[in-house]
C-alpha cells in the first residue's frame, strides 16, 4: 500500500472511530459532523507522528521468554502433535510427532544442542542458535497450543516470582547468550496480545475490559517494540517489565473473539504518536500522574479520580500529606465507588478475574507489618545500609496526585551512634527496598510502635493500590467492564487526551 493510502485509509478509520467514541458517551448522530468535515479538523488537529507513527501492517514481535538472568543452559520442552523443522547453522531436521514429544535445548562450550530422549543428538548449532517451528510455519494460537517450556521464570525480582510450564505458538529461537540459554519467541502482534491479556489478567474477564487491555497492550508494544531491551536477542520480554506474556496457556477462545475485535487499533496521542499506553494493577482510586513516573515521554495519560465524574473522592485528587491519612485509611472508603474499590470489584470475584499467578485480593488498601529487627535487616539488605543499628523513622518526601511516594527520607542510627539520613528516589526503589520482593505501591503512610524508652518495635504500613498506578488501572478497568461501560469509554477515561485509531 502506498503512504498516501495508508493515510486516507487510517483517516477514514480514524473517522469512524471518533465515531464510535461520541456514540459510547451518549452523543447522539446529530453532533456527529460529515465524513469530509471532520477530515479537515483531523488533519489540522492531528498530525502524523514522527517519534511513534502508527505500523503500516502487523509487526512482528521478538520476545524473550527465558532470559540470561534466569541463568538457565538447559531447557525441557514438549512438541505437540504436527510436523516441526529444527534448523541451526544452515542445517535442517524434520519431526513428525504423532503424539507429545518431549526434548531438551542445551548450551554447552558456546553450542546449543538440542536432544530427543534416547536418540541423542538431533542437531548442533556451532554458531549458537537453534530454531523450531511448524513446517507450515502457521502460528496457532488456540488454548494450550504450541511448543511447551518447562519451568520457565515469571514475576521475576517480584513477590510473586516462581517458575512455571508455559505453551508458546510461533517460532521459538534458542540462543548461546554469553553461555547461557536464552529462548526468543517470534510471533506477530495480535497473536501476542491474545496472550497478553489472559496472561495480564485472567480469561474470564469480561468482554469489554479484554478489549480494552488489548488496545492499550497493543499501543504499549508498538512503542517499545523498537528498543525496550537493547543488545540482546529479542526487544521486549515476557515479564512484567515489559508485559505479561506466557503463551497460550491460560487463552480461552472467546478471548481471540473480543480480541480480534479491536484488531489494528491504536491510541493516538494530540501530537500523532502511537501512546505509550502504560498500564498496572490497581492505581487505588486516584490515576498518577504519567510524567512523575515515566518522564515527558508519557503523553496522552490520564490523571483523574479512578471513579466516575460526579464521585465525592474528587475531592482528594491531587493528594497531599495533609489528606493521604484519610485518603489511605478514611471511613469514606466503606462507601467508596472509586471503580477499583472492593465496593465495584468484590473481593470475593477476584480470583476469577486476576492472573493465573497472581495472588488473588484486593489490593486497594493494603497493610504491611514489620519489626525493628525486620526493617534494619531489609534496609541492610536492599538498602545496602551497612552501618545501620536502628530504623529511627521514615520522612516523606514528594508525593504525587495518587498519594505515591517518589522520594522517601529513611533516618536510621549508625552502630557507631550516628544519626544518618537516607534518601530513596523513584517510586520504584522506594518498592524495591521496602518488602523482601517487592511492595505494592509506594502509597503509604505508616504507624510506629513504640516500648517505653520511646525506641521504635514495630512499623506498621497502610498502603494504597498495586504498581504505578499511571495510565489504565486493570482493577478500575475491569470494574468499569462489570459496571456496563464500554471499551471505548474505558480507554477514553484511562487515556483522556487520545484517539482510537484504526492502523491495519
Ligand atoms: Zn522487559
Ligand atoms: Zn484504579
Known sequence: MLKEQVCVFILAHFVLSIHSILFACGENEKNITSKKESQKVIETKIPRGKKFPLPE???????????????????EIVLPEGEFKIT???????????????????????????????????LLSSSGVISIQRTDGKEVV???SGILLKRCRIGRGFHWQKEVDLYYPGKLEF??????????????????????????????????????QTTAARSWTIVNLKDKHK?????????????????TTYLASDVVESAEKTRGMFLVTENGDVCSAFYSKCCGGIIEKGSNIFGKSALGLSDTTDAPPDSPTARFN????????????????????????????????????LGAVDEARSYYRWKVVYTQEEIVELLKEKAHLDDIAEFLGFRPGFRGNSGRLHQ?????????????????KRQYTIRKILHKKFLYSSAFVWDYEKDTKGKITKVILYGAGWGHGAGLCQMGALGMALKGYTYQQILKHYYNKTTLVKAY
Request: hydrophobic share 30%; proline share 7%.
Open 142 to 144: 488456540a488454548p494450550q
Open 231 to 247: 543488545g540482546v536477542p529479542y526487544t521486549i520480554c515476557n515479564d512484567d517489565c515489559c508485559q505479561r506474556y506466557q503463551g
Open 318 to 353: 491531587p493528594i497531599t500529606e495533609e489528606n493521604v491519612r484519610e485518603w489511605i485509611l478514611g471511613d469514606w472508603i466503606k462507601k467508596s465507588d472509586s471503580f477499583c474499590s472492593p465496593n465495584v470489584c468484590p473481593e470475593a470475584v477476584l480470583p476469577k478475574y
Open 408 to 424: 522517601l527520607e529513611i533516618v536510621y542510627r549508625t552502630d557507631r551512634g550516628e544519626k544518618k539520613t537516607f534518601t530513596v
Open 88 to 122: 541451526g547453522d544452515g542445517k535442517e531436521k524434520i519431526l513428525k510427532c504423532d503424539t507429545q514429544k518431549p526434548l531438551s535445548v542445551k548450551v554447552s562450550n558456546g553450542k546449543v544442542i538440542c536432544e530427543e530422549p534416547k536418540v541423542g543428538t538431533l
Open 175 to 212: 540462543h548461546n547468550w554469553n553461555s547461557k540459554l536464552v529462548v526468543v519467541n517470534e510471533i506477530h502482534l495480535e497473536p501476542y496480545l491474545y496472550c497478553v491479556v489472559t496472561s495480564e489478567m485472567s480469561s474470564m474477564c469480561p468482554p469489554e475490559f479484554i478489549k480494552a
Open 57 to 75: 501492517k502487523e509487526p512482528i514481535c521478538r520476545v524473550g521468554i527465558v532470559l540470561e538472568s534466569d541463568n538457565k543452559s538447559r531447557m
